[in-house]
């Protein structure tokens, strides 16, 4: 059995989609672009209540880089909590 493919660290393809060989956005980008669909008002609540969960999250400094990339992301008018 052989694989095929590029290695380079997961926790950076996950947060980051701007990653060589990916043609999708990261999970940063799908956060911020299921949060934008919920109604103004929602929004900051939901900002505020980021929760990482098993799998992929557990890897060291996985919960710090997507901090950092929500960082850019995330409106001033929010505070967003990982």
Known sequence: MTSVGALFPIQLSVSNGQDPGLQQSGLATAIAASVALLPEDLQGMFWANIGLIGGTTKFPGF??????????IVADTY???I
């Open 63 to 72: 919960h710090e880089r997507l901090q950092v990339y929500h960082f850019y």
């Open 79 to 81: 505070m967003c909590l």
